[in-house]
């Protein structure tokens, strides 16, 4: 396995095109994390790795300087979808799972979701803008699981494809 050391991040295992910074602590739902930060990379042909882009560094750090709000938004926006959109598909019969829950924390607790990853893609040079957000893991939907996609704020809530 190679070793990345990312200016402004530090240092990355490269996994399969993914630079990993593994083992960040996150707490969530009144819950400690301990998950993988993945970062898109390239290669050159002779196998080095390209440096990530700055904008990337900039919204990493960012989002870590930032973290507690982060996670707040995040809880907030997870127990509102859960009690709409979940709950109107396990009515629709789409999801076999609902259980009425009131605070974020009961999500984790009732082990309905798990933090599994925070992804952080490529820069956009025309949009500007850095695709990343948080990937989970989740009993309603077990194939496609959940994720957050951050644009400064919460840019769209959905199954994990939304970050992927």
């Not at 127990?79 to 009425?100: A, F, M, P, T």
Request: aromatic share 12%.
């Amino acid at each position: 396995m190679k070793k990345y050391n990312a200016e402004g991040i530090g240092e990355l295992e490269i996994e399969d095109g993914l630079a990993v910074k593994k083992d960040v602590i996150i707490n969530m739902f009144n819950q400690q994390w301990k998950i993988d930060v993945q970062f898109d990379i390239d290669e050159t042909d002779d196998g080095e790795i390209m440096p990530i882009e700055q904008p990337v560094i900039e919204v990493y750090n960012d989002f870590f300087q930032h973290i507690n709000d982060r996670i707040k938004e995040a809880e907030e926006a997870i127990l509102k979808y859960y009690n709409s959109v979940v709950k109107e598909r396990c009515e629709d019969g789409y999801y076999d799972q609902y259980i009425e829950i009131t605070k974020p924390e009961e999500l984790a607790e009732r082990k309905q979701i798990a933090l599994q990853s925070v992804v952080f893609g490529f820069y956009n040079k025309w949009k500007k803008t850095v695709r990343y957000g948080l990937v989970f893991d989740c009993e309603w939907n077990i194939d496609d699981g959940l994720g957050i996609r951050y644009d400064g704020t919460i840019a769209e809530i959905g199954t994990s494809d939304v970050v992927l």
